[in-house]
């Protein structure tokens, strides 16, 4: 039987089997939306407010970023750093609270003719600067030179990774002097650092293979001082990347990244033998990964749909099978990068967006972002409800206006849902909600006849978020 909504619109085809609750993602606390740049670290401090960091704009140059909100979200300080140099660019990667309860930040400063790594203390209190260091000396015969990741040890003392040509780890002392500094003659692209409890260090990446025209993607592990202990390709598919690794309570290790179009998760051994691969959903990079309290761990990863990319944050259980998965986005690129933990059990994430807070005419610009989401305990959707392979799909697209339209939901449509359809600014042209009757169905059909040639999209709104898809009208 068929039944038809009206907002121009929408017929049911197929039921979706009944789903049994068994997880909850938590609640969205706040966002926040803090004009243009990109958040690429998020920590929350000893005294749970936050600090993120990344870059922003300052006399129309990319600067070095930091902003202190409160554990509500208010803002308490925000901080742009000019170069050191005339005409020099800079972006944060990493920051740490110091013993002394201020601020350390990591970053890469970009100089007309060389980059250098750039290291400031600050007071957390008021976001002052304390100190700053241009550690020139590390990069004298490289002037390409950025910095991938970096890490805190206990001591205070950083672990440093980063390289031009080269790849290279480095430790410095708690005030940024170099004490030990190796090199590795391998054109590798770097993404990400951790350290296992035996002081071992793991580093993610992916190399090309030039025989087989592919990206393979690879991690290594090195002893405390940076000497290579194994390296392990890992590779799935035809274009692998490892964009972040976590080391292990058991010295082994989590990665995530991208196989082909796929998120890619894989668990090594501490001898470097494979434990489990997990190929999840198309169309998903993972970024970032941090381990649960208890058991599993968390990532932080992009749906990627064309234009209509959204923050997608996956909870998985010690064997790589997801628990739960949220969806936060609109109509544009909305991204994290970065994912934490806090003491309350719930997490911190930073990326940018360009649908939030902005108007249509400026949305082709990134938009630092901040997110803090509740515990687990806090209601959600249950698992059943919404499977990670959540996808919208709209087919025929592109499709003339006689053609009837269908959508399909991955997740289902459930009471409470609203799907919409918005035009190429975000505008939204019709809108409906969805009663009871049409709760466990998974596809519907849009009449196009009465709408305008060009682009629109058809977003799918529930509370795990939202997921949308585009839909070109020819004529």
């Known amino acids: 039987m068929t039944r038809l909504i009206r907002f121009g619109v929408l017929a049911l085809l197929i039921a979706m089997s009944a789903t049994t609750a068994e997880a909850a993602a938590p609640d969205t606390l706040w966002t926040r939306t803090l004009g243009r740049g990109t958040a690429m670290d998020i920590i929350e401090l000893t005294d749970q407010s936050v600090v993120a960091v990344g870059d922003g704009f300052l006399a129309g140059q990319s600067s070095i970023r930091a902003v202190k909100t409160t554990s509500g979200g208010t803002v308490v300080w925000d901080r742009l750093f000019a170069g050191s140099v005339a005409n020099s660019q800079g972006d944060a990667r990493r920051v740490f609270e110091t013993g002394d309860g201020g601020l350390l930040i990591a970053a890469t400063e970009s100089r007309p003719f060389e980059n250098v790594l750039r290291f400031l203390k600050l007071d957390a209190t008021t976001g002052d600067t304390v100190w700053t260091r241009v550690q020139q000396d ?43 500094d190796n090199l590795y003659e391998l054109d590798h692209s770097r993404t990400g650092l951790s350290r296992a409890p035996d002081g071992s260090l793991f580093i993610s990446g992916w190399r090309y ?12 592990k090195t002893n405390s001082v940076g000497d290579s202990l194994w390296s392990r390709v890992v590779h799935p598919g035809f274009r692998d990347h490892l964009e972040a690794v976590e080391a292990l309570s058991d010295n082994g290790c989590l990665a995530t990244g991208s196989s082909d179009d796929d998120l890619l998760l894989v668990r090594l051994s501490s001898t470097g033998s494979p434990s489990w691969t997990r190929l999840e959903s198309a169309n998903r990079t993972g970024y970032d990964l941090e381990l649960a309290a208890g058991s599993g761990f968390f990532v932080a990863a992009t749906k990627l ?6 923050l997608d944050i996956l909870r998985c259980d010690d064997a790589g099978i997801p628990v739960w998965h949220k969806q936060v986005g609109g109509v544009f690129r909305d991204e994290g990068r970065c994912i934490r933990k806090t003491a309350a059990q ?41 499977p990670v392979s959540m996808r919208l799909r709209v087919h025929p697209s592109p499709t003339s206006r006689s053609t009837p339209v269908y959508i399909t939901s991955e997740s289902g449509f459930v009471a409470g849902d609203r799907v919409e359809l918005l035009d190429v600014s975000g505008r939204e042209v ?29 977003r799918h709104r529930g509370p795990h978020g939202s997921t949308a898809a585009k839909l070109i009208i020819t004529h």
Request: charged share 20%; hydrophobic share 35%; glycine share 12%.
């Open 138 to 180: 590390l990069v004298e015969f490289d002037p390409n030179v950025r910095l991938d990741d970096a890490l805190q040890l206990p001591n205070g003392k950083l672990v440093i990774l980063w390289g031009g040509g080269y790849m290279r780890l480095s430790q410095l002392s708690s005030s940024c002097q170099i004490e030990w």
């Open 209 to 220: 293979n030039c025989c087989n025209d592919e990206d393979e993607g690879l991690i290594i």
């Open 305 to 310: 749909a064309g234009p209509v990319n959204d």
């Open 346 to 386: 719930g997490f911190l994430v930073s990326g940018f967006t360009n649908y939030f807070g902005c108007s249509f005419s400026s949305c082709q610009l990134d938009d630092f972002w901040i997110l803090k989401f509740g515990s687990e305990a806090t209601s959600g959707i249950p698992v059943g409800e919404q």
């Open 430 to 458: 019709r809108s409906v909600a969805l009663n009871e009757g049409l709760s466990g169905q998974r596809s519907m059909r849009i009449e196009t006849g009465d709408l305008a040639e060009g682009v629109y999209f058809i």
